[in-house]
């Protein structure tokens, strides 16, 4: 065997899922935190954003290999733009010979720097997949939203990848966009799915913006209920009104106590809708389901029932995020067996505990720290994912015993709110209950 050839171990025994394997089966890893554009929702363009911009050195990355050879998924980016980074064709070579033949590698990039030469010179390294930012169909949109960026950018690097597919034999290259989902980008999203589709794109993923400040909140296309608070809160809702209870009149009568005995009936009404959601384990928000947009909430609905025609119409491979968050969480990082690592070698579980920012995703102000388990200067990369403080972690985000904290009456509270998490009310020591990825809101390359 040469010094280049992938080591061959035993596969792994089937019931040993992949947060609990002796490596991990996807790394995320950020080749730079400098990018060529200004887009509006970045948490770069955010008050007060402390991140230091800089580049993956060789060193770094080369102490990545002993988690090659068993690794399924390799995505190349974080907060920055990967074609700025001058060593990524080497970094993506150095993988492709230590991977197994069915690992992929990807990233996603704004494309604004993706030449024809550039292009081949990926996929000649070995890349699989590449995800373009797109977030509009008409110039004026995507220029508002991607400040410094031009749709014609976009043709030009889709042009430049599906020529080099084709001159490299690369069949198997998936070109793929990427559209951030807005209040005012919203109804283009059919629009940009064809236009993608009809220039060689194979897949699409779809996100909810994050709002990482105050001002983009009013942006958001998701709503903060959950399905199962909404399902349940319906059923209740029309039986309200076949009994001609009026629970809208809940909160002005809940600190009454001269009701009469019809609006005692309305607070005994809701008193029941409250319990049995409490024995169903649901979190219910009443103040805010009362206040719902429905109409705003079928706008979403109606637009994402069209893009699944075009995506069946075109063939185009399509990741939706919901329409209302999960109830019931499920967190693909942890449970697919990911890791990520940050420009300067630290080691963190998630997009999420990535870097510091302020986000305002659950419509108030939560600061977010990074959580870090293990720098690659100090310790090796199995070393990290095989320690008690990171197996510990990832054994407790899977008992999804974390409340949700975006539908809590209570919210925001002084756990979630402080500068530096210590625990929730449920006392874990992981942030997860204010966590919208877990709840299919956000969705990132995987």
């Not at 649901?282 to 994402?304: K, T």
């Not at 697919?336 to 630290?346: I, R």
Request: with cysteine; charged share 25%.
């Amino acid at each position: 065997m040469s010094a280049n050839s992938p080591a061959i171990y035993p596969a792994e025994p089937p019931a040993v899922a992949p947060a609990f394997r002796e490596h991990p089966t996807k790394l995320f890893v950020e080749t730079t935190s400098r990018c060529n554009l200004g887009c509006v929702m970045c948490m770069k363009q955010t008050p007060g954003c402390s991140i230091t911009e800089g580049d993956l050195q060789p060193s770094t990355f080369a102490a990545l290999e002993p988690a090659f050879p068993r690794l399924e998924a390799l995505i190349l980016n974080g907060v920055g733009e990967p074609l700025l980074n001058p060593r990524l064709e080497q970094f993506i070579a150095r993988a492709r010979k230590f991977m197994p033949a069915h690992g992929w590698i990807g990233f996603q990039s704004n494309g604004l720097l993706m030449t024809t030469i550039r292009a081949l010179s990926l996929v000649n390294a070995g890349v699989d997949r590449i995800c373009l930012s797109m977030d509009g169909a008409s110039p004026d949109t995507f220029r508002a939203i991607r400040e410094g960026g031009k749709l014609n950018d976009l043709e030009w690097a889709l042009s430049a990848l599906t020529s080099a597919r084709a001159g490299c034999g690369r069949p198997d290259l998936e070109i793929g966009v990427e559209f951030v989902l807005m209040r005012e980008n919203l109804r283009e999203l059919p629009a940009a799915l064809r236009w993608a589709a009809a220039r060689g794109v194979t897949y699409a993923l779809v996100s909810h913006v994050l709002p990482y400040g105050e001002s983009h909140t009013d942006q958001r296309a998701y709503d903060l209920c959950t399905d199962e608070a909404l399902s349940l809160f319906h059923v209740w809702k029309d039986k309200a009104e076949l009994a001609g209870v009026e629970i809208r009149r809940y909160f002005e009568l809940l600190f009454r106590f001269d009701r009469t005995p019809a609006e005692q009936r309305i607070v005994n009404f809701v008193e029941a809708i409250r319990a049995d959601a409490q024995n169903r384990g649901i979190m219910l928000d009443l103040r805010r389901l009362l206040a719902l947009d429905y109409g705003r909430l079928q706008d979403v609905v109606e637009v994402f029932e069209e893009a699944r025609e075009v995506a069946r119409a075109t063939g185009l491979a399509l990741r939706l995020p919901e329409a209302v968050p999960r109830e019931r969480k499920r967190c693909d990082f942890v449970e697919q067996g990911g890791a990520f690592v940050s420009w300067d070698g630290w080691v963190h579980p998630c997009y999420y505990l990535w870097h510091s920012c302020r986000s305002y995703a659950n419509g108030w102000l939560h600061p977010v720290r990074p959580r870090r388990f293990g720098s690659l200067a100090e310790k090796g990369v199995l070393d990290i994912w095989n320690g008690a403080e990171f197996r510990s972690y990832r054994e407790n985000v899977l008992r999804y015993d974390h409340p949700y904290c975006p539908g809590c009456a209570f919210a925001p509270c002084d756990y979630v709110q402080a500068d530096n998490f210590e625990q929730d009310c449920y006392v874990n020591a992981e942030p997860c209950g204010s966590c919208l990825w877990s709840a299919g809101i956000f969705q990132c390359l995987s």
